[in-house]
């Protein structure tokens, strides 16, 4: 299905002119009936001879209507250029032939209606050298003019099938699978509900599915569907639809607002784009400007920031970011118009090349300018990367999203840039079911990563399919594994290996950093943080447990004078190894530093806040007991302390100890051995 879109300056005839393709009046508000003006958008459609159904927008031709009109021109397929022979090229038929330009679009027919009115044939021939002189440059310049009149009917015929030829030779729309369409008209009908007009961009919607309407993140059902007022139940690209909403209010709706597919459009307020300055432009477009945002249906505020240029010349194109006032709905390669809002004219319009930037660029920042020239002009693989680099790390479907190619040239580039190394997949990812990756479905999503484990690499390659030696469909299951360009993995896996290098550094006797310091440190998503370990466990570049981590050289060693400490320490505690110093007195003899490290290295064993022993002496010392309660059945604190010649204190600070590893347990002023296992000490069962 085709959409037509109407151009051209007030009082022209393009609502009559419709009218009379059509048999329907698209001017339905009664202001515009008693007025004979379009004032907002108008619709009707029509079969062309080849059987086609065409939808046709009207938009309103007055200046001071201007963004009704460009709510209308965003989704079409053709533009039929309403021009009156009395009159001639007229101001708002200049600017509409701008904002066509602009939007890029190369089907159209001129339609030089009111032909009757003109006796003269002279005037109708200058009145053409001048639209042919204006569409010279354009977008349309190949747009053949057709003399027809409404009133009398002369021409129409002719008209109808240029119109056809035209959109034979049209592009067919693309369908990436991103069911998306802006909402022109908003109102309720009794007994049915919300209801919701504009033209499908992309994708297909079905009755009954749940749709996303975004910026606003509300959520709700299609509960019917018509194309030029007859029910169906599963809409195309291009189709114009009213789609009856159910779950939303008609109060929270609006013109501008998305209906779409949940999960893959989302709202942005930074937008990198490709400027072109009309040829006409009063003025250069300077930097740091505000001007109006249009795309599809939706109008914003927006300041406008040059980025390879302090300023545009008429005519001419560049680099730029716009921050918009508010949230809205975009996608790559839409195009969008800006127009000064006082005095009220179009400057510009363009591209969406990046619709998600992370943050404000810097002008003339050449790493910037070139990013945006690949992202423009590159192949898929370029743009794949690009995308990817702008997200990453960043589950496999997300990347395909984000890059805008839509599914199949994005899992095609995905699988090849995963052959050839430049992407890395974090997770291996779980294997979608054969049938499922025939069809190309998805199951539910991935599990996530579970920690630094043993176990094959992931290898994130998509598996050929035997037949065809062709990557499948789509591998996984859910959004797939999490990916990352191999320059983006080089420069993360250096930022994890950094905090912990510059962590041995700084505790140099301690023998890992702990997980979640450097989870914080690095402030990865849990997920990202789990992958990120993984590999670089498997690959050998890390090496730790559940609690700590560490670089695989890592040695924890003491300085001399360090040494000469520790070896002091121990001479004493060999001495007298059941009476040990204070811990704190250690703690102060070697350095806190220095007893941490003697605990964590096992050479000292601490048991109480107060009481330590070496782990030798400690480990003699549960033999003992333990071989005492297996001879005895039980024993008190004063034969604890009679055992090992220590104060009271010692004894306490042991058994409690015993208590808390469950070797032993206490029943009054005794302890008895729980449960031994093997014939040793064990937990009570």
């Known amino acids: 299905m085709r959409v037509i879109g109407t151009a051209g300056h007030v009082d022209h005839g393009k609502s009559t002119l419709v009218q009379a393709l059509t048999g329907i009046n698209p001017d339905r508000l009664k202001e515009e009936q008693e007025r004979e003006m379009t004032i907002d958008l ?24 201007i963004k009704n009109m460009l709510a209308g021109v965003g989704g079409i397929d053709a533009a039929l250029l309403v021009i009156a022979a009395d009159e001639g090229v007229m101001p708002q038929t200049r600017e509409h ?3 066509l330009h602009l939007l890029n679009v190369t089907a159209g027919v001129v339609a030089l209606t009111k032909v009757d009115l003109v006796a003269d044939p002279e005037w109708l021939e200058l009145v053409k050298l001048d639209i042919t002189e204006m569409l010279e440059n354009t977008s349309l310049a ?17 008209l109808v099938a240029e119109i056809q030829r035209v959109l034979r030779e049209a592009p067919a729309r693309r369908d990436l699978g991103q069911a998306r369409l802006p909402i022109d008209r908003v109102f309720t009908i009794a007994g049915f509900g919300t209801v919701v007009t504009g033209t499908l961009l992309d994708g297909s919607l079905n009755i009954g599915e749940e749709v996303e309407i975004v910026p606003k993140a509300l959520k709700a059902r299609i509960r019917g569907m018509q194309t030029h007022k007859a029910q169906v ?3 195309v690209p291009g189709s114009r639809l009213a789609l009856n909403l159910n779950g939303v209010g008609v109060e929270e709706l609006g013109r501008g607002d998305v209906v779409a597919r949940p999960g893959w459009l989302r ?13 006409g432009a009063a003025r250069p477009l300077a930097h740091n400007v505000t001007l109006d945002f249009y795309s599809g249906a939706a109008e914003v505020p927006c300041r406008t920031l040059l980025l390879d240029a302090p300023e545009i010349a008429p005519g001419r194109s560049g680099w730029a970011q716009l921050r918009l006032a508010r949230p809205l709905a975009l996608a790559k390669a839409d195009r969008f118009i800006l127009r000064q809002p006082s005095p009220s004219q179009t400057v510009g319009g363009g591209t969406v ?47 395909i999203q984000a890059s805008g190619l839509g599914a199949g040239a994005g899992r095609e580039a995905l699988a090849a840039l995963l052959a050839s190394g430049q992407v890395l997949a974090l997770e291996a990812g779980e294997a979608a079911p054969e049938e499922e990756r025939a069809s190309g479905g ?21 598996p050929a399919k035997p037949e065809t030696g062709r990557p499948a469909a789509w591998p996984w299951t859910g ?20 905090a912990v290098g510059a962590y041995h550094r700084q505790f140099a006797l301690r023998s890992g950093m702990p997980r979640e310091e450097l989870k914080s440190r690095l402030r990865l998503p849990p997920r990202t943080f789990l992958a990120v370990l993984d590999r670089l466990s498997q690959s050998g570049q890390l090496s730790g447990d559940a609690l700590a981590v560490h670089l695989p050289d890592h040695r924890p060693a003491f300085s001399p004078e360090q040494q000469s400490r520790v070896d002091r320490l121990l001479e004493a505690l060999a001495l007298q190894p059941y009476t040990t110093p204070l811990l704190a007195e250690a703690e102060a003899q070697v350095g806190a530093d220095v007893f941490a490290a003697l605990l964590e290295q096992g050479v000292l064993t601490k048991v109480s806040s107060e009481v330590f022993f070496m782990t030798t002496t400690y480990q003699e010392m549960v033999d003992r007991v333990v071989a005492h309660l297996r001879a005895n059945g039980k024993i008190t604190l004063a034969e604890v302390r009679d055992l090992f010649k220590a104060s009271r204190k010692y004894a306490q600070a042991l058994m409690e100890h015993l208590d808390e590893r469950r070797i032993t347990r206490r029943v009054g002023d005794e302890r008895i051995l729980r449960v031994p296992v093997s014939g040793a000490p064990g937990p009570d069962r």
């Open 42 to 65: 108008g619709f009707a459609w029509m079969t062309l001879p080849d059987g086609e159904p065409v939808s046709i927008v009207d938009v309103p031709g007055h200046e001071d209507f």
């Open 97 to 99: 032939m701008g904002i």
């Open 142 to 158: 190949r747009a053949r003019i057709q003399e027809v009149s409404a009133r009398s009917r002369k021409g129409l015929p002719e």
């Open 233 to 235: 139940n599963t809409a």
């Open 267 to 279: 709202p942005t307020v930074l937008v990198d784009v490709r400027l072109d300055v009309l040829p």
């Open 353 to 399: 090349i990046d619709p998600y930037p992370r943050a404000r660029h810097r002008q003339l920042s050449p790493q910037v300018i070139e990013r945006l020239e690949t992202l423009a002009h590159g192949d898929v693989q370029e743009v794949f990367l690009a995308a990817l680099q702008r997200e990453e790390p960043c589950p496999a479907l997300a990347a």
């Open 442 to 462: 998805h199951a539910p999503a991935v599990p996530p990563a579970s920690g630094m484990r043993s176990g094959a690499p992931p290898t994130g390659g998509f």
């Open 479 to 498: 959004h797939g594994p999490l990916i990352v360009s191999l320059t983006g993995w080089q420069a993360l896996s250096q930022r994890v290996l950094g």
